[in-house]
């Protein structure tokens, strides 16, 4: 018998016990508990049907130790046949021609100036003839996306493409650098990203000019970057999507252009004049020629003014001092008077404005926008007086412009 049907004549039958009448709460109590039982045992039945539930379901892989080589291949292999199918499943150059054949074929007019438009309309058609590859990015979605104020409800047919080429170029440079990471979690470490930017030198025409012996230099340089923005809490890894989410590898890959202007080449820090004007300035600054920089030679850097803390907490990491900046001994030298340590921390939070009135955190930092500012003033001499005397330096820019307003 149904239960439902069993609950309603339970609950149809009349109260003949001894009792007096149930109130209208206790009947409702009851027929939540008679409803639950039955539910449970209908449910229960449902779930013994299939002995998968009895089990919790496997959703941790260890990875292979390394004495575990037959494993270890086992893995490589596999992830190489996956990266295989994934670099297939992309565009190549004849097909993406033939997709701007299609959108060219079956633009809507009117075109607006000399860029030709399409409709949603002929955008599906297109979708339709341009093969299973390009299914993915012809979604109402993405023509929504990229539409914006065409009065025909169009989008640009050349917006359209580069969109396309963009994502294409992201799958491909994705799974070129999953080639690269050995430990297969999504990541590449410093020496996995030093082996891709070595075999990628050859492919850059604008690094044609540099010698072989400065290449393990050139590497250095180019893996620091990433490392120092992309690695703040130094764990000795960075996100392979990191990579791609940031503007490093455009910069990089910039260098494919032979055509590559000088002014982008002076302001691109992967060309190869870059590179070398870094190095000239290690060299300038190793004096004896060992090829690492002491503490006494790093503060010879720019102006020379770097002070003696932060040049131990570049060579001592985590260690703290006590009470007092070295940038007094420094002020001293250049015959001006020294300035307390609390009158500078003071001034310092009150630019950050931290959550914890009593420490200053790297996120309090960027939310302030002033980190550039705090940090030149503790490691900086000419960064600190700059601040310091930054009303009389307005003042003085003021009466110069008046001066010359006058003349």
């Not at 379901?57 to 086992?74: C, M, N, S, T």
């Not at 438009?117 to 979604?139: D, H, R, S, W």
């Not at 996100?239 to 455009?250: H, N």
């Amino acid at each position: 018998m149904d239960w439902k049907e069993v609950l309603r004549r339970r609950l149809a039958t009349p109260n003949t016990g001894p009792n007096k009448k149930k109130s209208e709460q206790e009947l409702k109590d009851e027929e939540m508990d008679l409803f639950t039982k039955y539910y449970s045992e209908w449910k229960g039945g449902r779930k013994n049907t299939n002995e998968f539930y009895k089990t919790i379901p496997r959703f941790y892989y260890r990875l292979p130790a390394e004495d575990e080589v037959l494993l270890q291949k086992l893995r490589e292999e596999s992830r190489a046949v996956f990266l295989q199918r994934k670099s297939r499943e992309l565009l190549d150059n004849e097909e993406l021609q033939n997709l701007w054949f299609l959108l060219d074929k079956h633009q809507t007019p009117p075109m607006i100036g000399e860029e030709a438009m399409i409709n949603y309309e002929n955008f599906l058609k297109v979708g339709e003839k341009a093969g299973p590859k390009c299914k993915q990015f012809f979604t109402a979605k993405v023509f929504a996306k990229l539409l914006h104020t065409d009065s025909y409800g169009r989008i640009s047919i050349m917006q359209f493409f580069n969109y396309v080429m963009r994502k294409v170029w992201l799958h491909q440079t994705r799974i070129g650098l999953s080639l690269y990471d050995v430990a297969g979690q999504g990541y590449l470490r410093e020496s996995d990203l030093e082996n891709y930017i070595l075999e990628l030198i050859p492919t850059l025409p604008q690094l044609d000019g540099l010698e072989k012996s400065f290449y393990s230099f050139y590497v250095c340089t180019a893996v620091r970057k990433f490392f120092f923005f992309l690695d703040p809490l130094r764990t000795g890894k960075i996100k392979i999507q990191d990579i791609l989410a940031c503007s490093f590898l455009d910069d990089l890959l910039e260098l494919r252009d032979e055509e590559l202007s000088k002014e982008s080449q002076e302001t691109n820090w992967f060309s190869a004049p870059s590179a070398l004007r870094v190095y000239g300035q290690y060299l300038n600054l190793d004096k004896d020629h060992n090829g690492m920089l002491s503490k006494e030679e790093l503060s010879r850097y720019g102006t020379a003014t770097m002070t003696n803390v932060f040049l131990d907490r570049v060579f001592q990491e985590c260690l703290t001092y006590d009470g007092e900046m070295a940038i007094q001994e420094l002020m001293k030298i250049h015959g001006q008077d020294p300035v307390s340590f609390q009158d500078v921390k003071d001034e310092i939070f009150d630019m950050v404005k931290p959550k914890d009135p009593l420490k200053i955190s790297l996120q309090d930092l960027i939310n302030s926008n002033q980190g550039d500012t705090v940090t030149t003033i503790l490691i900086d001499l000419n960064g600190f007086w700059t601040y310091e005397n930054r009303e009389a330096l307005v003042a003085n820019d003021n009466e110069n412009s008046a001066d010359l307003d006058d003349t």
